[in-house]
C-alpha cells in the first residue's frame, strides 16, 4: 500500500508534482482536483501510512484476536440453537407421536391394510423412523383374531355363534323394560349354488315382538345335511338349557328367557324331530297312525275314534 502511495508522490508541495497529480486525477474525469483539497488530503494521508507502519503487527493481532473472539461468539450462538433445537425437539417428540397420528389417520380415511404396510415400510428406510412397526395390525393396535371353535359334525363342520352372544347385540331398548325376553328360531336348509351340491345349514334367531333384527345362533356346512340332528343341535341345546333355566343378566337386570316359537318347514321339522319325513308312513308327528297312500300322497285318516294319539 505504502508504495502504491508513493507513487502518487502526494507529500511534494511543488507546482510541478501538483500538477502531475492533477493528470493522475483526472485520468477518466476531465476536472481537476482543487488545490486546497490536495493540501487538506496530504497530511491525513502522511499520518494513515506512519501509524500503519508502526502498528502494522499489533494491528493484524488485534484483528486476529476480534476474529477468534466471533468465531467463539458464533459457535456459542450455534451451540445455543442446538440446545434450544433439541429442547424444543423433545418437547415436540412428548407431545406429538407419529404413531398415533398415522394410526388416526390410517382410520380416519379407511387406508387398507396393504397401503399402510408400504408406507411403513417406505418411512422405515429413514432413521427417524426406525421405532414405527413393520405392520399395520402392530401400528393400529389389531387384537388378534379369536380362534373360532369348528368342530366336525358329519359330513361338514359346524360353528356356534352363541344365543346369548346374538341377545346381548341385539337387544332393544324396549326388551329391556320387559322381564322376559322371547326368542324365536327357525332352522332350514340353505343352498349355495346351482352349480355343487354345498350347502348351508343355519340356525337363526330373533327376539320379538319388538325386535326383528335375526342372527345366526349355529351354522352347518357341507355337501348335504347334517347327518344327526342331535349332534347338530348339541350346542345349540346345552346352551338354551342353561339360559332357560338361569336367565341373563343384563345391566345388573336378570331377565328370563323364553323359546317361543320354532319355525321349520316341513322336511327341517322331521330332521330335527328325528321322524320319518312328511311323505312316509308313521310320518305324524301327532298321532300313532301308520297312514295311507292316497292320490299320490301319505294321508292320516282319522277312522277308529280309540286311534292313540
Not at 347385540?169 to 349354488?193: C, Y
Request: net charge negative.
Amino acid at each position: 500500500m505504502r508504495e502504491e502511495l508513493n507513487t502518487y508522490n502526494f507529500g511534494s508541495t511543488n507546482d510541478s508534482d501538483a500538477y502531475s497529480i492533477n493528470e493522475i486525477s483526472v485520468v477518466d474525469n476531465d476536472n481537476c482536483l482543487d488545490l486546497s483539497i490536495h493540501q487538506e488530503v496530504t497530511p491525513l494521508l502522511n499520518t494513515l501510512t506512519t501509524d500503519m507502519e508502526d502498528n502494522n503487527l499489533e494491528l493484524e493481532y488485534h484483528d486476529f484476536e476480534d476474529h477468534n473472539y466471533i468465531i467463539d461468539e458464533v459457535q456459542l450462538h450455534n451451540e445455543s440453537d442446538s440446545t434450544s433445537s433439541s429442547n424444543v425437539s423433545n418437547h415436540f417428540m412428548t407431545n406429538f407421536s407419529i404413531d398415533s397420528e398415522l394410526a388416526q389417520w390410517a382410520l380416519l380415511h379407511k387406508i387398507p391394510h396393504t397401503a399402510v404396510n408400504s408406507l411403513l415400510h417406505l418411512l422405515r428406510k429413514h432413521k427417524c423412523f426406525l421405532h414405527l412397526p413393520k405392520d399395520a395390525r402392530t401400528l393400529l393396535l389389531t387384537k388378534p383374531a379369536q380362534i373360532q371353535s369348528i368342530r366336525d359334525v358329519q359330513p361338514g363342520k359346524y360353528h356356534h355363534f352363541g344365543l346369548e352372544v346374538g341377545i346381548l347385540r341385539h337387544l332393544s331398548p324396549e326388551n329391556t323394560l320387559q322381564t322376559e325376553i322371547k326368542v324365536v328360531i327357525g332352522i332350514d336348509g340353505l343352498p349355495i349354488a346351482k352349480s355343487n351340491s354345498n350347502k348351508f345349514y343355519p340356525i337363526l334367531a330373533y327376539m320379538r315382538p319388538t325386535s326383528n333384527i335375526v342372527f345366526p345362533v349355529g351354522l352347518y356346512f357341507g355337501t348335504e345335511k347334517p347327518s344327526d340332528s342331535n349332534e347338530f343341535l348339541k350346542d345349540f341345546v346345552n346352551e338354551t338349557k342353561h339360559l332357560v333355566t338361569h336367565g341373563i343378566l343384563i345391566e345388573n337386570k336378570l331377565f328370563k328367557v323364553k323359546i317361543d316359537v320354532f319355525c321349520c318347514d316341513t322336511p327341517a321339522k322331521a330332521f330335527i324331530l328325528r321322524i320319518k319325513s312328511h311323505n312316509g308312513f308313521f310320518s305324524c308327528s301327532r298321532c300313532e297312525i301308520e297312514g295311507e297312500y292316497k292320490s299320490n300322497r301319505v294321508c292320516f285318516p282319522y277312522s277308529k275314534p280309540n286311534s292313540p294319539l
